[in-house]
């Protein structure tokens, strides 16, 4: 984490949410910025570079898509969504347009920040790839293609190798299955989630990880998979 | 073509008609006849004189139609009324002028002109008849002036035709005229108008043209005048006894006495029907055509049948009553029977003249006429006798040449059939001629007579005596092998022999008549029964309506249709056998909008747009239909057979009657279902007020205590407060979410977006979700390494896991553990949740599922909202599986089981 003090951007209509985002986050040593309405949100987004932006879908201006649209024309920072939970599609349409992880309301604060800390590192990290990559008892080397679990090597197929090494990539973070099948296997193949399906099945035979207990590999139903952070 | 009551000419019919008309005000016009004795006396001008009256007092007056037939004076009087446009009819090439009916109703006027009542409208009109128009128009409420020439009104038909020697094709019937409110006849002395006519200010109609000379000669035209004036005094008279009736003047009324006229199928029936006509009008009491069939009318050919129909037809359009009587074999005796009971005292019956032929000399010698039955029975009667002229004679006569009678291979194989059973007899008897006396042989030719009778009736019955007669002169009388007869008893033998054979056979045909009479109505109640039990055993009205159509259209023996209303009220096609007609003609369309908002049969056979191959009859057991019924029979000659009237509406009957009693069950269930939701929106206000405020109450009470007195509490304190709220939040989150559920639940919008998904994703997930409902209790997992994908949705199916795990740990004790399983069998995966909990009571096993139940009530209960079970089995059953209650796997505890459908085996390779 940086010297300076983080600065987090919450787009939010309801003030008492507000209100209490305001002293969570500075709890966790972060600075708010405020706008209540999505318009702006955006205007602030550009004006006052913001390390992250804490979105709310249900605005009243302007629909969350649009906002996170407007911000991705020209900006890289990260978005976390607050969304009601059953909202499968709307979730996905938000990370499609570009949003990179969400938390459903009402959540506990110790899950938001995990998930504004996993996001506000992935920009810390930036620029400049490691060779290896290594989450809890997962350890990767991207040159030479190896995985190590718990310091024992195990054989992965080209595609589950990079389906892993993406999930590594963003550990503790949201990646959909739409993310997964363009990288790994093309934008012509964005429909065929079976494919990304048998593939983490194998992968987590491999890991001796078991679905319904998990420890590396989080199912988000229907909208994507988490590695554990 | 209006029917009962007002069709029959008798005074407490007046009565009845001036009764209706009192209270109505909006209800229907008055029709006002302008009545002339010939073309030409001026009775269009008349009536248009009137109009004028009328529209100077004030009326909205309309010409709907009227025919100057280019004469200057009438057209002048045309020119300040409103003329309707004509309705244009494309007919064969030729465009004709007809009324615009729909217009002219659409236009509501106080009064319409309408010309020439007897008028017959362009094939494909509405109705057939332009009094038929001008009835609708009537009770549609609007007033009516019409023209009519004595020479059309059907009881008149023959008088004027005897007199003039024309015929006139269009007649009115005389029911019609006894709607009128008003008839005035327009008189013009024979000199003034063969003047007119010489000057050339009479239109004549063609056929009239064409006789002109016979027509416009003085005496007829008197004679004409006669009748005329005689027919309106008729009615003053009518007018009179109405008046005194309904002004409750004591009058000398006859007793209610009828007059009966007995048809059958012969040519003379519609003479009869016609007099009878005349007659019951001069004495002023109803009357009533009756036709009896016994079993010879089953063996009948169609143009008999077609002749007893169109005199039951021409009965009905003359307004009188019309009844079908049955008889086995003495129809005499039927008719005096109903004659008795309806208080008849006057007979009419008519008679053949002698027939000509030998046979059938001998024929109406075994077989009395009906008529002769009758004088003999009716001593309490007075009988008319009426003798069909030679004409009648003649169309009956003419009438096989026309139409070549369908027997003649039947009549070929009677005679093949007498031939061999004379054969056989004659080689029966050969080895005992010779010492057998001659007259016993004759017995066993009778039996071979007998035989081919029974076999081929009448017609078996003549020919087997024939061939019997010759083979027996030829082989058994003297000379032998010739047909000269020598001795004196062998003629005599002879002659006993052929007396006897045919009076046997006929006797043999007969009673083959009846039994096969008997068998075919025994089909018939056969069929209407089995009709009866099949539409009985349907218990939902689509189910109602298809038996309809199909068994109606198998006893009907036609195509059937049923048509209710939709929503906005357009007749639309529910159900049809064979099946529903792709493209129904206007002419149908129109014919079953007629029956549903008439209420009366149209279409086929009917007086309403009888030239749609269809006949409607509206469905409806007491008040508005409900839909109408449509047959198009195979023959379409069956639609005018009374006999078929009466199935078809039997069959109406039954179907409305079906109908009716679903629609009441229907009802019911309704009823009863608004009264369980009834109790449902109770139970849900009560725990809405319960479920909602109870974790409000700890919410509200902690965060409040934290905010003024926080300082005052110890850590420890201020933590357990906290802890507290948060709990209780959770537990308010999940209330609001199966609250969220319910209602998409409810409103069936929950569309399961289905994906093949592994059970143990959803269950880890779900898992993690409840990680602190479930902290308290062990958790085991087995699920058989071959249970395929499920082909569900993976968010649905989870919230449906989620509420049946947090149930088990609402009632398992803590520390017990809660075993999930999974199997896959029969294409289906079984997914069972047990706990170590109380159980669930067998009687309670269902109910668990119905929303509000709890398994156990009072303060000790868990804290619940009653609803996730319910949403279990909604969401479950939402993607086609199910969910039942059990008892844990030693019987202690509870169980559930869940099946949900298995997604199809995917490629396991993935490129």
Redesign the interface.
């Given at each position: 984490m940086n010297e300076t003090t983080p600065r987090i951007l919450v787009i939010e209509d309801e003030a008492p949410i507000r209100r209490f985002l305001k002293i969570v986050l500075a709890s966790a040593g972060y600075e708010m910025l405020e706008a209540e309405r999505g318009r702006i949100g955006v205007e602030q987004a550009a004006t006052s570079a913001p390390d992250a932006v804490l979105l709310d879908l249900g605005l009243p201006d302007m629909d969350g898509k649009a906002v996170i649209a407007a911000i991705r024309d020209w900006s890289q920072v990260p978005i976390l969504v607050l969304s009601v939970?059953?909202a499968?599609s709307e979730k996905i349409a938000a990370l499609d347009a570009g949003a990179d992880d969400y938390v459903t309301k009402?959540f506990a604060t110790g899950e938001l920040l995990a998930r504004l800390r996993v996001l506000l590192r992935k920009r810390a990290a930036g620029q400049g790839e490691p060779a290896e990559i290594e989450a809890g008892a997962l350890r990767i080397n991207l040159a030479a293609r190896t995985l190590a679990v718990e310091g024992r090597d195990v054989k992965l197929t080209r595609?589950q190798f990079e389906v892993l090494a993406l999930l590594m990539r963003h550990a503790g973070r949201l990646v959909s299955h739409r993310q997964i099948l363009t990288t790994v296997?093309g934008p012509a193949h964005v429909e065929d989630?079976?494919?990304?399906?048998?593939?983490v099945?194998?992968l987590r035979d491999k890991l001796g990880d078991?679905?319904?207990?998990?420890r590396f590999i989080?199912?988000?139903?229907?909208v994507g998979y988490r590695l554990k952070a | 073509m209006a029917t009962p009551p007002d069709t029959r000419p008798a005074p407490e019919s007046f009565l009845e008609a001036a009764r209706a008309e009192e209270p109505a005000p909006g209800g229907k016009g008055k029709l006002k006849i302008f009545l002339g004795a010939s073309p030409g006396v001026g009775k269009t001008f008349s009536m248009l004189e009137e109009a004028r009256t009328q529209k100077r007092s004030g009326l909205d007056v309309v010409v709907a139609l009227v025919e100057t037939h280019g004469r200057a004076e009438t057209a002048g009087m045309l020119a300040d009324l409103d003329i309707l446009p004509r309705r244009r009819v494309d007919y064969k090439g030729q465009v004709l002028g007809e009324m615009d009916l729909d217009a002219l109703l659409a236009r509501k006027p106080d009064l319409a002109l309408i010309d020439e009542f007897a008028h017959t409208n362009a094939p494909g009109s509405r109705h057939p008849k332009r009094w038929q128009d001008v009835m609708e128009v009537l009770d549609a409420g609007i007033d009516v002036l019409t023209t009519l020439n004595i020479q059309h009104i059907e009881s008149l038909n023959d008088t004027v035709a005897q007199i003039t020697g024309v015929r006139v094709q269009e007649t009115v019937p005389d029911a019609v005229l006894t709607r009128a409110d008003a008839i005035e006849l327009i008189d013009l002395p024979p000199e003034d108008l063969i003047r007119r006519m010489k000057e050339g200010k009479v239109y004549l109609p063609q056929q009239v043209g064409r006789a002109l000379e016979n027509f416009f000669n003085k005496g007829k035209l008197t004679a004409l005048r006669e009748i005329a004036l005689r027919t309106t005094a008729g009615r003053v008279d009518a007018d009179m006894l109405a008046f005194m009736s309904a002004n409750a003047v004591q009058g000398p009324w006859p007793a209610e006495e009828r007059l009966l006229v007995c048809v059958n199928e012969a040519p003379v029936a519609k003479s009869l029907v016609r007099a009878g006509k005349q007659m019951a009008e001069r004495m002023k009491i109803p009357w009533i055509v009756a036709t009896v069939l016994t079993p010879r009318h089953e063996s009948l050919n169609a143009t008999a049948r077609a002749a007893r129909q169109d005199a039951m037809h021409l009965a009905e359009t003359l307004g009188a009553e019309t009844a079908t009587l049955r008889a086995e074999s003495d129809a005499a005796g039927e008719i005096l029977r109903y004659a008795r009971a309806r208080n008849v005292t006057r007979l009419v019956v008519g008679r053949a003249r002698w027939p000509r032929g030998l046979v059938q000399k001998a024929i109406s010698l075994l077989r009395e006429p009906v008529s002769e039955k009758l004088l003999d029975g009716a001593t309490d009667f007075e009988v008319v006798v009426i003798t069909a002229s030679a004409k009648d004679q003649e169309t009956r006569r003419a009438s096989p040449l026309t139409a070549p009678p369908p027997g003649w291979s039947r009549l070929g194989g009677a005679a093949l059939e007498s031939c061999i059973a004379i054969a056989l007899a004659t080689a029966f008897a050969w080895p005992f001629w010779s010492w057998l006396p001659v007259a016993s042989i004759a017995v066993i030719y009778l039996v071979a007579v007998q035989v081919v009778a029974f076999r081929h009736g009448l017609t078996g019955a003549l020919l087997g005596s024939l061939i019997g007669f010759l083979a027996y002169n030829f082989f058994y009388t003297e000379p032998y092998y010739s047909f000269a007869v020598e001795q004196y008893e062998a003629v005599l033998g002879l002659v006993v022999f052929v007396v006897s054979s045919v009076v046997t056979g006929v006797l043999e045909s007969r009673l083959k008549a009846q039994i096969e009479s008997m068998r075919s109505a025994q089909a018939r109640t056969e069929t209407l029964f089995d009709f009866a039990r099949k539409i009985a055993s349907a218990t939902k009205s689509d189910d109602v309506l298809w038996a309809a159509a199909a068994h109606g259209a198998k006893v009907l023996d036609a195509r059937t249709l049923i048509l209710t209303p939709d929503r906005s009220g357009t007749l639309e096609q529910v159900q049809g056998h064979p099946s529903i007609e792709d493209h129904l003609d206007p002419a149908a369309l129109g014919a079953a909008r007629w029956a549903y908002e008439k209420a009366e049969p149209a279409g086929a056979g009917t007086g309403t747009l009888p030239n749609s191959e269809w006949l409607f009859v509206p469905l409806a057991t007491a008040g508005r239909p409900f839909g109408v019924i449509g047959v198009r029979f195979h023959d379409s000659k069956r639609a005018t057979d009374p006999e078929m009237k009466r199935l078809l509406m039997a069959v109406e009957d039954q179907v409305a009657v079906a109908i009716e009693r679903n629609r009441l069950a229907d009802d019911l269930a309704t009823a009863r279902i608004a009264a369980e939701s009834d109790k449902l929106r109770a139970a849900l206000l009560n725990s809405v007020s319960h479920d909602l405020r109870t974790p409000l109450v700890s919410i509200v009470g902690a965060a409040s205590t934290l905010a003024e007195r926080g300082e005052r509490l110890s850590a420890g304190d201020r933590e357990a407060l906290a802890l507290t709220a948060l709990d209780e939040?959770r537990r308010l989150?999940s209330y609001v979410?199966n609250l969220?559920d319910m209602t998409r639940l409810g409103h069936g919008d929950l569309k399961p977006?289905r994906?093949?998904?592994?059970l143990?994703?959803?269950?880890?997930?779900v898992?993690?979700d409840l990680a602190r409902v479930l902290r308290h209790h062990e958790i085991d997992?087995r699920?058989a390494r071959d249970v395929p994908?499920l082909d569900a949705?993976?968010?649905l199916i989870?919230?449906a896991l989620a509420n049946v795990l947090d149930n088990a740990a609402k009632y398992a004790p803590e520390g017990s553990t809660i075993s999930i399983a999974a199997q896959a069998r029969e294409g289906q995966a079984i997914i069972t949740v047990s706990d170590g909990g109380p159980g669930i009571p067998e009687g309670d096993r269902e109910r668990v599922f119905d929303l509000f139940h709890r398994a156990t009530r009072g303060d000790g209960a868990p804290g619940g909202t009653g609803m996730g079970l319910a949403i279990v089995r909604g969401l479950v059953e939402a993607h086609g599986g199910s969910v039942e209650a059990g008892a844990g796997p030693d019987g202690r505890g509870a169980r559930l089981t869940l099946r949900l459908p298995l997604a199809p085996p995917?490629a396991?390779?993935?490129?």
């Open positions: 939970r059953d499968e009402p595609k296997w989630t079976h494919y990304l399906r048998i593939a099945g194998h078991d679905a319904a207990d998990p989080l199912t988000e139903p229907g | 939040a989150d979410q969220l977006k994906a093949p998904v592994d143990k994703e959803i269950i880890g997930r898992r993690a997992i699920i994908m949705d993976p968010v989870g919230q995917a396991e390779e993935a490129p």
